[in-house]
Structures are given as structure tokens and as C-alpha cells.
């Protein structure tokens, strides 16, 4: 039995699981106009308290307002109007060709849902990624469970309260509290389960999933490098790498965690990041720590981590090309640039989820392909060169959860693109009619004729037609 506190307003999670259960079962066949008005009441309720949502989120982490409207509302409401325009099409059954061997027979694939769903929701986008897979788990036709991260209590609360206002417990729910509440909503049966977060808490939450075989999509993170080919563009792909890498003041799962650049190029890259980081966060030359467009770091634990990424960095002799300063009062850290640095350090050894920079620089496009493949399969993979075969190359010797040409990050919003990681740094895909289907069972239907049989000459006895028969089989078909 779990024992929430009191205050946290929570009925107890098990019960609120049995009555999704039994809603579950309910909204199996619900139908495409009941699972758009339930997406229509998080739409209507979000428009009605934009200022709201930017209030909590400047609360967590001095999000800016246009940074929250268009990385936190933005993605949702898409989201939502995606799903509404295209989910009659998703839920109709389709159907298959006939294989030979199968003829006389008609097939199609079904999607139901899953059921039940649990989605537990990181601190670092915490509406973005609490509400976009709860979209999907609707327009699926399953009830949720959500479990927002304590770390940032404002948005927790303020997603607490909508949910509260637009479903009943029996049909979506929130869940408040710390990490014993997510372990044990990890013992109960869910169909499905919606994480996301570091791939070391991912593994925890899979092996929690397989005693149950709760089906899973893990949305996790890793080293997203990015590489510039000798042909790369300098000015436009810093610009498109700044933007990319410090927009939530670098606390983003596909952020550019490392930069391998030609050796050509380094010096002329490092001249337009520097460029590009003043024309976007101190255009005046008040400095940066002054500019409202950066967000802070979540909390103390995380600010001293990453303080001391860059210590261990500078003991171990990399040097800043820029950036460096902190300020533990309000855990701001300068947009950092490291040159100088090598695999012994921290910063090359773990996610950084902060404004640290790593430079690296590489002779062949092979020893640039060869280094990222010596590391775990990361979440994103950035790219930016203008020839042809360098680019297939690229694309073919290495493996991501995505790829992203000539520019960083917006395939988030790609809502056609299945998005997810691969091993390390995710299992499943999400957005759009992937974020569907994760929620969904496909269910195959083979009609058959009544009166005809196409085994009637494969069943026992065997006899020597029979045999004639199979060898043809594995022969042809």
C-alpha cells in the first residue's frame, strides 16, 4: 500500500488504478469523437491559462515566457491539433494483402488500446513531457496515471490542478510526490508505460516493467554529438548549435553535448559560436547573466554538478574559450565553450544537461564516425556538410534515435517523425501517430471462408501430397 502525504491531496494510487482499470475496459471502444473531446478539454483548458503555465515554469527554473510558449505550450498544442485532424484515419482498421498461400482469406490490423498507462514525466521540459505523451495515451483511448517530478512542484501542481478540473480520477490522474511514489506505482500492472528521463533510471524502470510485462517506451538521453564535415558552413551552423544547445540553458535530452569539428574549421567555429552566443543572450554587452532569454539551472544539486564537470575539465587541462563564470546564488552558469578536452574527463564521459560546450576537433570523417561509435548510440545526431556522399555516409555508419541535417533540435517538432532513442537512449518512439501507436495494440484479423480450408491437404496423415505440398511451400514462398 503506498502512504502519500496528506497534503499532496492524492487519493491512494491503487484504487485510482482499479478505476482506471474498470475505465479501461470502458473506453475500449470508445469512439473517435469521445477521445477528441477529451483532447478538446486540454486544449481549451490550456489557452485559458497560458499565464499560468509561464508563471510556473519561471517559478521552477526562470524559464523566459517565450522560451515556455514555445518549447513547453507550442509542442502540446501541435500535438493536440495533429492528433484530432489525423486520429479517424489512425483508429480505422486497415487492411493487408493476401499472400498467396492465403488465398480465399481477407485480413486487416486493428488498434485498441492498451488500457491502463502510467507516464512518468521528467523536470526538464515538465509540461512539454508530462502532457504530450498523455495526448497520445488519449487519442489511444487509455487512462493515465501521471507522475510529474517533484523537482519542479510549481508545474507539478499547476498540471495537478488541470487534471483535477478536466477528468476524473477514474480517467486521468495525477500522482504527487517523490521518487518511493514512482517506485512503488512501478509495482502495479500497467499496460503501458511512458518514461522519460536518464537512460540509469530507465533501466530501473524496465526491469520494474518486466514483472508485470508492462509494454514500455523509454525516452532517455545520452551524448548527442554533433559533427561538422570540412565543407560545413561555420556562421549558420553555430548560430543553429547555440540556439540548440542553450535554449533551457542546455537542461534538454537532445541538446549537442559534444562538438567534433574539421580541423580546418575549429578556429573559425569557435569565432562563430562566440559571435552567435553574444548576438543572441548579450546583444547590449551588459553581460550575459543579465539576459532574460536564459533559463536557470533546476536546483543546487545539479549546479554543483556541473561546476564541478568543468573543475575536474580544467584539472585535467582543457581550457575555456569562452563562457566559465558562475553564480551559486542564482545557480547560473555562463553558455560554456571547452576546448582541449579528451575522454579522461567528465564532461566527455557523461551526459553534461547543462551549458558546457565540449570542442573536439578530427582529421577524416571516418575518425569522427569512428569516435561517436565508440560510444553508447546517442538520442540525436547532428550533422552539417553540404556533400552528398559524406552525408550518406554518415547516415549509414552510424546509428541514432534520430538525425537532424544542417540544423540542431527541431525534429521535436516534426510531428510526422517517429521520435525516441535507440538502446542506450531509448526503447519506442513517440509524437503523432507513433506516440498513438505506443499506446495502441495492433491486432491482426484473418477472416476466413466458411466451407473452405487451404490446410484441408496439410493435416495429418502426411501422406505424400501432403510432402509435395510443403516442399513447394518452402521453395516458392
Keep these: ?55 510556473a515554469l519561471k517559478n521552477d527554473f526562470r524559464k523566459p515566457e517565450a522560451e515556455t510558449d514555445l518549447s513547453e505550450i507550442f509542442p502540446v498544442t501541435a500535438e493536440i491539433n495533429h492528433s484530432i485532424k489525423n486520429l479517424k484515419k489512425w483508429m480505422k482498421p486497415k487492411s493487408v494483402s493476401t499472400p498467396l498461400p492465403m488465398l480465399g482469406t481477407s485480413s486487416k490490423t486493428y488498434v485498441e488500446p492498451k488500457g491502463t498507462s502510467l507516464i512518468i514525466s521528467p523536470w526538464n521540459y515538465p509540461f512539454n513531457l508530462t502532457i504530450g505523451p498523455l495526448i497520445s495515451a488519449l487519442s489511444a483511448g487509455c487512462t493515465a496515471v501521471i507522475k510529474p517530478s517533484e523537482m519542479t512542484p510549481h508545474t507539478s501542481e499547476l498540471v495537478s490542478k ?19 511514489v514512482s517506485t512503488e506505482l512501478l509495482k502495479l500492472p500497467f499496460d503501458h508505460i511512458f518514461f522519460t528521463g536518464s537512460p540509469a533510471v530507465g533501466k530501473i524502470v524496465m526491469k520494474a516493467a518486466t514483472e508485470n510485462l508492462s509494454s514500455v517506451t523509454l ?73 532574460p532569454d536564459l533559463a536557470r539551472i533546476i536546483n543546487d544539486k545539479h549546479f554543483e554538478r556541473l561546476i564541478g564537470t568543468i573543475e575536474d575539465a580544467l584539472s585535467k587541462g582543457t581550457e575555456i574559450a569562452f563562457g566559465g563564470k558562475y553564480n551559486p546564488e542564482t545557480r547560473y552558469i555562463d553558455p560554456t565553450l571547452l576546448t582541449k578536452v579528451d575522454d579522461e574527463m567528465q564532461v566527455m564521459q557523461e551526459e553534461i544537461f547543462g551549458p558546457i560546450l565540449p570542442i573536439l576537433s578530427y582529421s577524416t570523417l571516418e575518425e569522427a564516425i569512428e569516435y561517436v561509435n565508440s560510444k553508447p548510440k546517442p538520442l540525436a545526431l547532428y550533422y552539417f556538410g553540404k556533400n552528398q556522399e559524406n552525408t550518406s555516409k554518415v547516415l549509414k555508419e552510424t546509428s541514432s534515435g534520430n538525425t537532424v541535417l544542417n540544423d540542431c533540435v527541431i525534429h521535436f517538432l516534426h510531428l510526422e517523425l517517429p521520435f525516441g532513442g535507440v538502446n542506450n537512449s531509448g526503447i519506442g518512439k513517440a509524437h503523432g501517430y507513433h506516440g498513438f501507436l505506443a499506446f495502441s495494440n495492433e491486432k491482426g484479423v484473418l477472416k476466413q471462408r466458411v466451407g473452405l480450408n487451404n490446410a484441408t491437404l496439410l493435416r495429418p496423415p502426411y501422406g505424400i501430397k501432403a510432402k509435395q505440398i510443403i516442399a513447394s511451400l518452402i521453395k516458392w514462398f
Design 1 to 55: 500500500m503506498i502512504n502519500t502525504d496528506s497534503s499532496l491531496k492524492n487519493p491512494n494510487p491503487e484504487i485510482i488504478f482499479r478505476s482506471q482499470r474498470e475505465t479501461s475496459r470502458e473506453w475500449r471502444n470508445s469512439s473517435y469523437e469521445e477521445r477528441v473531446s477529451r483532447l478538446k478539454k486540454i486544449r481549451n483548458w490550456i489557452k485559458d491559462n497560458q499565464q499560468a503555465i509561464r508563471e
Design 162 to 180: 488541470m487534471i483535477s478540473e478536466l477528468f476524473e480520477p477514474s480517467e486521468v490522474a495525477v500522482v504527487l510526490g517523490e521518487v518511493e
Design 219 to 291: 525516452e532517455l538521453g545520452g551524448k548527442s554529438p554533433v559533427i561538422l564535415a570540412e565543407d560545413a558552413d561555420c556562421k549558420d551552423a553555430a548560430e543553429k548549435i547555440v540556439w540548440g544547445k542553450y535554449v533551457n540553458c542546455g537542461q534538454t535530452c537532445i541538446a549537442p553535448d559534444y562538438i567534433l569539428v574539421h580541423d580546418s574549421l575549429q578556429e573559425t567555429l569557435i569565432l562563430e559560436l562566440k559571435v552567435a552566443l553574444q548576438k543572441m543572450y548579450d546583444p547590449d554587452y551588459t553581460g550575459i547573466e543579465k539576459s
